[in-house]
């Protein structure tokens, strides 16, 4: 599953949201991780996905 499928089974993105990237937490070994990923990026059990807003 991707971020953009994630997004579409939790209800599909708000008028103003960004449509090309996302914030993407990870548990990794190295502790929580979060980064700005495209939203073909795959995700994992337990990663918490974060749409942001855009600008115009």
Do not use: H, S, W
Not at 4 to 32: S, W
């Amino acid at each position: 599953m991707t971020v953009q499928t994630a997004v579409a089974i939790a209800g599909g993105y708000a008028p103003r949201a960004n449509r090309t990237y996302a914030e993407l937490t990870r548990l990794t070994q190295d502790g929580m991780v979060t980064a700005a990923v495209p939203i073909t990026t795959p995700v994992r059990p337990g990663d918490t996905i974060v749409i942001k807003e855009r600008f115009f």
